[in-house]
């Protein structure tokens, strides 16, 4: 009994170490995929991701500009409606 069980695990043990092999080899192809895959869109995004930090600090500093063009105006309008009122 003792020698049928070693023989059926020794049977077993050769069936998977091809079976073993086979899903190591490819977990490693799928890894190098995504890696690869993530390289390659990594890119155009990070290219996106400036661009669109570009532009809201052009947007931010416009702001500021039309803030501050705001505040002027409004001070030369006040300046100029307590001049009319002596």
């Known amino acids: 009994m003792n ?34 895959n993530r390289t390659r869109t990594d890119d155009p995004l990070r290219l996106e991701v400036e661009q669109l930090k570009q532009l809201v600090m052009q947007q931010a500093i416009t702001l500021d500009s039309l803030a501050q063009e705001n505040r002027q105006l409004r001070e030369h309008s006040a300046a100029e409606s307590h001049v009319q009122q002596f």
């Open 3 to 36: 020698d049928e069980v070693l023989a059926a695990m020794a049977l077993v043990i050769c069936a998977l170490i091809p079976i073993v092999y086979m899903l190591i080899k490819h977990q490693q192809t799928m890894a190098k995929i995504i890696h690869e």
